[in-house]
């Protein structure tokens, strides 16, 4: 009886060694919010590993490497800055002006680079992003810019005017333009989402969910739409729509407790963070996390504001409203050293083995 014992001890022993690596993949975040030391309103946020950079108004330029302390960076344009990307060791921003920002050195200088002339009198970048080895950025004027080394730029897209062209990266074959916003000469025409393989020939792409959708985001290897579902007659919830092909969709409803404003921000493995809406007297504001994108917990409550962006970084989130900078991150008492992750985990693959031999010893 005993020898058939001591088997069974070693892998409960085994499995319990495995308890703080699995913390360290399964815990809470805690959210905590601080006040920029600028009152420029804040517009868009990415992160390098080492860096997070907050773009926004009139110039504004934030950086820091903790998420906690923010260094003011003096910038070569003084329009707003409203999209900011990060690839290769590169951060590049735009906005509303006929040039863009690079940053060789995680942010803390920029070289401004002239873009082709426009059509029109005022420019806004609405999208930066890194595609089959080289740049794409959109603009208001409907083009689709395309440069090697952001020094030297072409168009590749034939020009559609008031075709406000949100370019995402889905995966390394599936490149996916948004447009929200109709044409002046169809007022009532519905957002619609475009796929390409090389950024210049564009097809429309249907998707399942209505057509007042909000916004479309990444998941390493997915697209996902953020919209919502018509359950019964005038019966509608908030639903999340993906693919990692273009082609085959699954929708996936979200809790009741989730208005139809349900907003994706960011996105990353089993890490989801949206902005919801609540309509009342005030209408409320809250920040939500999912791990599954059905079920979605109250991050920060918001009386008057809305969260423009946020972005993945060290394991947790950063996010940005107007006048607000929300970190998510993992509790002290839950973060494990790599070191000793891997410690356990080989303590319990050793007990593993020696179970095993244990048992085939005892027959």
Do not use: K
């Not at 860096?51 to 108004?57: F, K, R």
């Not at 993992?330 to 007990?351: E, I, K, N, R, Y």
Request: hydrophobic share 45%; aromatic share 10%.
């Amino acid at each position: 009886m005993l020898n058939r014992l001591i088997p069974l001890v070693l892998v409960a022993v085994c499995g319990l060694s495995w308890l703080p690596a699995w913390a360290q993949l399964v815990g809470g975040l805690e959210w905590s919010t601080q006040s920029p030391p600028d009152q420029r309103m804040l517009l868009n946020i990415a992160a390098s590993p080492q860096t997070v950079v907050i773009v926004g108004a009139e110039g504004l330029i934030l950086r820091s490497s903790d998420g906690e302390n923010w260094q003011i960076v003096s910038s070569p344009i003084a329009d707003e800055l409203s999209v900011v990307t990060y690839f290769g060791g590169l951060f590049v921003v735009g906005g509303r002006s006929q040039s863009i920002l690079v940053s060789y050195d995680e942010g803390l200088s920029w070289q401004q680079r002239q873009l082709p002339p426009a059509d029109t009198f005022v420019l806004r970048i609405q999208s930066i992003v890194y595609f089959d080895n080289a740049w794409l950025l959109s603009d208001s004027n409907g083009r689709i810019l395309r440069s090697i080394d952001l020094v030297n730029f072409e168009e590749i897209a034939p020009t559609v005017p008031f075709n406000y062209r949100y370019l995402i990266m889905a995966n390394s074959n599936l490149l996916v333009s948004w447009n929200v916003y109709p044409p002046p000469s169809d007022p009532l025409a519905p957002p619609f989402i475009e796929r390409s393989t090389d950024g210049a020939v564009w097809h429309h792409l249907p998707h399942p969910l209505d057509q007042r959708w909000n916004r479309i985001i990444v998941d390493p290897q997915r697209l996902l739409v953020s919209g919502r579902l018509e359950v019964g007659e005038d019966n509608w919830i908030a639903a999340t729509a993906t693919t990692s092909d273009g082609d085959s969709w699954e929708i996936i409803p979200t809790a009741s407790e989730v208005s139809t404003s349900l907003l994706l921000l960011g996105a990353s493995s089993f890490s989801y963070l949206a902005r919801d809406r609540h309509f009342g007297d005030p209408v409320q504001w809250s920040l939500l996390h999912s791990n599954d994108l059905a079920h979605w917990d109250q991050v920060l409550p918001l009386a008057t504001d809305r969260y423009w962006a946020a972005t993945r970084w060290r394991g947790g989130w950063m996010a940005i409203s107007r006048d607000t900078i929300v970190r998510g991150q993992m509790p002290p008492a839950q973060a494990v050293p790599l070191g000793s992750a891997w410690a356990w985990t080989v303590l319990a693959l050793l007990l593993m083995m020696v179970a095993l031999c244990w048992g085939r010893t005892a027959r």
